[in-house]
């Protein structure tokens, strides 16, 4: 009877570095499946964030033409010149303004497309501040108005330009706090 006490006993001894062993084993591969998913979503998030900062260049390109313009509507209102000229100038900066949106416009276009932008919805977006900047850029050709009348419509211009700018730039951080947290 106490013969066979220290084989038992022999037996625990011998199988508890293969039980540790094994423990290790399992806890390495439970850490390992929980650090490849997260790596796994990491990288995902990554190309995500590329993605969508490759499609935001262009509008950033836009949107820094169409502040220019802005400031160029605000010189224009500080001017001294005549109501003629101030009217002519406003027309060619109205032009630049144009090109610029439609730049925007087409960047965007790319965004309701992408998989990588909440929403499909982007161009539409921009009509309603684009629409209350027109309708203020369209004032500023009355013949009637003085040219201190025509200055303060293009003071409204440039205000309703930035109105523009701050919606289009306030949905597109919107949308990176998306993927920065």
């Given at each position: 009877?106490?013969?066979g006490a220290p084989e038992t006993h022999s037996l625990w001894l011998q199988a508890i570095p293969w039980a540790a062993t094994w423990l290790?084993?399992?806890v390495t591969f439970i850490f390992n499946v929980i650090n490849?998913?997260?790596?796994s979503k990491i990288r995902?998030?990554?190309v995500k964030l590329d993605e969508f900062k490759r499609m935001r260049t262009p509008v950033d390109?836009?949107?820094g033409l169409l502040g220019e313009c802005r400031l160029t509507l605000r010189s224009l209102e500080a001017s001294g010149a005549l109501v003629d000229a101030v009217r002519d100038t406003a027309g060619d900066i109205n032009r630049e303004v144009s090109v610029a949106y439609n730049r925007l416009e087409h960047a965007f276009t790319r965004f309701d497309e992408s998989e990588f932008a909440l929403g499909c919805d982007?161009?539409?977006?921009l009509q309603d501040p684009w629409e209350a900047f027109v309708a203020e850029m369209d004032r500023v050709y009355a013949p009637h108005?003085?040219?201190d009348q025509t200055k303060e419509v293009i003071r409204k211009a440039a205000d309703q330009l930035g109105v523009f700018i701050s919606t289009v730039n306030?949905?597109?951080d919107k949308e990176l706090k998306r993927y920065t947290g």
């Open positions: 009877m106490t013969s290790g084993l399992i490849y998913r997260r790596t995902d998030d990554s390109l836009a949107l982007w161009v539409q977006s108005k003085s040219l306030n949905r597109l």
